[in-house]
């Protein structure tokens, strides 16, 4: 690992151990564990799930699939990684810490959680993030188990990326590239979901476990169902459209990609798909510190009903259909979300202090309530889609003579088109970590 890794992680360490002293000593604790998670398994079986480690702990080791660990901070204090690495031979132990990142903390070997449980006995004003079905019966009557005004404080300060955070994002980005550029050339092969997933996660080189969410592989009329779950193995008669929304994992810290597709025959679709790509990219352009993202969506919505319109799609006013909810009928999500070790990321719908943000009436889909900031990372995914349930309730609607429903029933079966890219707040221009990660690949 290069010394340069070494150092970012050992600045992150130090920059959330003084954000973590600052809660402790705020709020009247002198200790915070943070404990790693246990697998949990299947009702009535003795299977569980792949495993993937508590957040909270992802954001300050880079450890996101190895359990029973605990991570306690005591003010003015060298963090102290508790490592658990169990004699197992139904098992692979985890490997030992690497030295890169080791350095930044006092590590403790233990071979079972037992060997750490005396820590939660140690401290007179305690808290502790975990869960209460894996800790309870351990904590004393003076811990409390995550509690909120902590957790909310600890919330909000992922929020604002580490140099190392943006490093992780930036290379999930790379490998999610790759992983696409694959996945797209399968598609025009004429390969199946099943086989077009294969292809992507070989290329990225994750197992289905390590990626950060289930891929979204959908071709035709699949690409309408926004979290469509099911990877079919039959090859479809006919190769209309593609729609792939995929990702990666460094260290825990997740890429969230998407892109659309179609065959070369289809100009007219993808005449479409070009033109959200290109009213996507003006989107990212525009993520600048300060600005509500509340009106960013608002800003995609009259992109999207101005592609719509220029389309023959809807005879209105991309103004009529934003305020009449028409243009909600092709884009029913929101615009987009933070993005760190998780997915969806947290604080998406508080103030910086704490104030409740819910999201408008008219965008109840919406993920991101509040004014972006320097080290936010978004993403951005405005989209086009076709979608049975929604085109009959708009067909039984008052607007319905607006649409002209001959280009409608054209393109449904192609489903939809997203384009989804990450995205840095910095102090000026915003940095897209996808569309940098393509151009490399390019």
Known sequence: MPTQDALLYARHIEYRSHQIDEVLSELGYDTLLIHSGCPEMHLFDDQHPPFRAHAPFVACVPEPHT????????????????????????????????????EALDIEIVKSPTDWHEVLRKSRSMSVIGRERDLGDLLHDGADLNPSRLV???????????????????????????????????????????????????????????????????????????????????????????????????????????????????????????????????????????ISFV????RAHLAMATILEQAGVVNMSPDEMLATGVSSYFLPHGLGHFIGVQVHDVAGKVSPSGQSLPPPEQFPALRLTRDLEPGNVVTIE???????????????S????????????????????????????SEAEPVNFTRQAFGELA
């Open 398 to 425: 008052e607007f319905s003579k607006q649409v002209d429903w001959r280009v409608v029933e054209e393109w449904q079966p192609f489903g939809g088109i997203r384009v989804e890219d990450n995205v840095l707040v």
């Open 67 to 102: 359990p029973d660990c605990l991570l306690e901070f005591r003010v003015g204090r060298k963090p102290r990684l508790w490592f658990c690495q169990p004699e197992d031979f139904w098992h692979l132990p985890p490997s030992p810490p690497a030295g890169w990142w080791a």
């Open 152 to 290: 909310a404080r600890l919330d909000e300060g992922r929020t604002r990326k580490s140099a190392w955070e943006r490093e992780c994002i930036a290379r999930a980005n790379d490998l999610a590239a790759r992983g696409h550029a694959a996945a797209a050339a399968a598609f025009e092969s004429g390969a199946s979901e099943f086989e077009i997933h294969l292809a992507y996660v070989a290329a990225v080189g994750q197992d289905p476990g390590e990626l950060p969410y289930n891929s979204i592989v959908g071709l035709n009329e699949h690409a309408a169902v926004l979290h469509y779950q099911v990877r079919s193995p039959q090859r479809p008669s006919r190769d209309l459209s593609f729609l792939i929304d995929a990702g990666a994992s460094v260290f825990g810290y997740a890429a969230d990609v998407t892109r659309t597709w179609t065959q070369p025959e289809h100009s007219s679709f993808d005449d479409l798909i070009e033109a959200v790509d290109r009213a996507q990219m003006r989107l990212c352009e525009q993520v600048r510190s300060g």
């Open 382 to 396: 405005p989209g086009l889609y076709f979608i049975p349930m929604l085109l009959d309730k708009l067909r039984a």
């Open 295 to 298: 009106d960013l969506h608002r």
